[in-house]
């Protein structure tokens, strides 16, 4: 099956800026065996004092098919079930670690990668914000910076 690539004129003006390089906080090369879950717990308890909005990244790791040239951390499988559980386990994290933080701190960006976000359901997707909503202090639409990574062979109108 060849899809037709619709390119949007407007669309593509509208984004065509570049845009900030995100990595994960603190680096992966930061994390060491003498670092553990009560020291993440406490750093993550004291950081309640400075008050300073929450960033968040939500990792979807399943993709449809590989592209070659991700080096992230994915899941290839065409079975879009595969995704249930590691929802259910997200949400369960979601709320373990909204307990570390004091509910007066906003969610000032939120960003989806993976993986490929677009491979849960529309219905997953609402689930998902729905659970992050109800833990954490997300801001308004148009006050907060929301994104997520996208396969356009997967997205529709409706999904952005």
């Known amino acids: 099956m060849q899809q037709q690539l619709i390119l949007d004129d407007a669309l593509i003006a509208k984004y065509d800026q570049s845009g900030p390089r995100y990595t994960s906080y603190p680096t ?16 993550a308890r004291e950081s309640n004092a400075s008050g300073r909005p929450l960033s968040l990244y939500f990792h979807i790791p399943f993709c449809d098919t590989i592209c070659f040239y991700c080096a992230c951390n994915k899941v290839a499988t065409k079975d879009r079930g595969k ?32 993986g490929t976000p677009t491979f849960i359901s529309h219905d997953e997707m609402r689930e998902l914000m729905r659970v992050t909503g109800e833990h954490f202090r997300l801001l308004p639409d148009d006050q907060g910076e929301y994104s997520i990574e996208i396969d356009p062979r997967e997205a529709t109108a409706e999904t952005v």
């Open 83 to 114: 995704g249930n559980e590691y929802l259910r386990r997200l949400h369960r994290e979601i709320a373990l670690q909204a307990e570390l933080f004091d509910d007066d701190r906003p969610v000032t960006q939120l960003h989806w990668g993976g």
């Open 28 to 43: 992966a090369v930061q994390f060491h065996e003498g670092f553990g879950n009560a020291d993440y717990a406490r750093i």
